[in-house]
């Protein structure tokens, strides 16, 4: 019996998108509803023949977006905020030097 090689060829297609803060947050809200909800509104009101064949893939998508976006736009608030700390401190009139200081910068000894 002679064995058989099997082939199969694949293509895989990745892209990288570039969002913004407000797209990301967007894209959080839209995945927010939840897919269930967003579909059977989706369908509902637009219909079924153009989403129904990527359903699957919306379903990972919502989920990957549940995964990535939360955490980014909670690392942007929080950098915001520590900016606005940073900010505030600077702001902050600081206290005169002590006397011992002042007086050792001009080589005053003090006894």
């Known amino acids: 019996m002679k064995d058989r090689i099997h082939t199969m060829t694949t293509v895989t297609v990745s892209a990288t998108m570039t969002l913004t803060e407000g797209e990301l947050g967007a894209l959080d809200a839209l995945a927010g509803y939840g897919t269930d909800g ?9 219909g079924e023949a153009y989403l129904r064949p990527y359903e699957k893939h919306l ?9 990535v ?27 005169p030097p002590a006397r011992k200081a002042i007086a050792a910068d001009f080589g ?4």
């Open 38 to 46: 967003f579909l059977k509104t989706f369908y509902k009101e637009m």
């Open 59 to 67: 379903r990972s998508l919502f989920e990957k977006i549940r995964e």
């Open 69 to 95: 976006a939360p955490p980014a736009l909670q690392r942007a608030n929080q950098m915001r905020r520590d900016i606005e700390n940073a900010d505030r401190q600077r702001a902050q009139p600081k206290p």
């Open 108 to 111: 005053i000894v003090e006894q």
